[in-house]
């Protein structure tokens, strides 16, 4: 996976830049980005005894959030493509169109009206957001999805901070054995927690798709 993190000034200059390579692998079920670049070079020796700490930190960290919440808990993070999902919104075709070399649907969404359940703390952007997915015609896979947010977040009643902005761009398509997965993500946000303003862009493009052995298979 390749990741590039930029951070702007009030003025919206690059005050702050990282890029590089990183492998993601499964750590007790759960995807761990072990990087391997930093820009166009390898890691130093000390680099990667932070990457060494960072991975023991992270399954450590992993193993004290099952024993507190359990297996079951709902990640309060986490978009799930599901009918509750689906509910949420009002979808419009709005035409048949080749993207990637593939037929595929335009569709619209939008929030389907003001008073919308919140369960989860994502659900407070779900809630506000709107945006197009393009839909492959064969499969029905969700191809590419774009949103944007159309109010401000207020998390916890703005205690915690507000996402004043937000937008950003999914990208899937099928790799190995057919199977569709999430090749390119791209996001900006401008966000305040207590007196501190962030504006942030994140790009993150997975390649070199590889199979991995299942060690808890009997």
Request: negative net charge.
């Amino acid at each position: 996976m390749f990741k590039h993190v930029k951070r702007f000034d009030g003025q919206g200059n690059i005050s702050e830049e990282d890029n590089g390579d990183y492998e993601v692998t499964p750590i007790d079920g759960v995807p761990f980005e072990r990087r391997l670049t930093v820009g166009n070079r390898p890691l130093s020796d000390e680099e990667q005894l932070w990457e060494k700490e960072r991975q023991t930190n992270f399954r450590e960290e992993l193993q004290r959030l099952r024993t507190e919440t359990g297996d079951n808990e709902e990640d309060d993070e986490a978009i799930r493509f599901n009918r509750e999902l689906a509910e949420r919104y009002v979808f419009t075709l709005e035409q048949e169109e080749i993207y990637r070399n593939r037929p595929t649907y335009r569709v619209s969404f939008r929030p389907r009206s003001d008073e919308l359940p919140v369960r989860r703390r994502i659900d407070y952007a779900l809630n506000k957001a709107r945006g197009t997915v393009w839909i492959d015609r064969e499969t029905y896979e969700a191809t590419r999805v774009e949103f944007e947010l159309i109010d401000k977040v207020r998390l916890w009643w703005g205690m915690l901070g507000t996402i004043n902005h937000a937008r950003g761009s999914v990208d899937r398509r099928p790799v190995l054995d057919d199977t569709w997965v999430q090749v390119q993500f791209e996001t900006y946000t401008d966000s305040r927690a207590v007196f501190k303003r962030t504006r942030r862009s994140e790009f993150r493009q997975w390649r070199n798709f590889q199979w991995i052995e299942n060690k808890n298979k009997h």
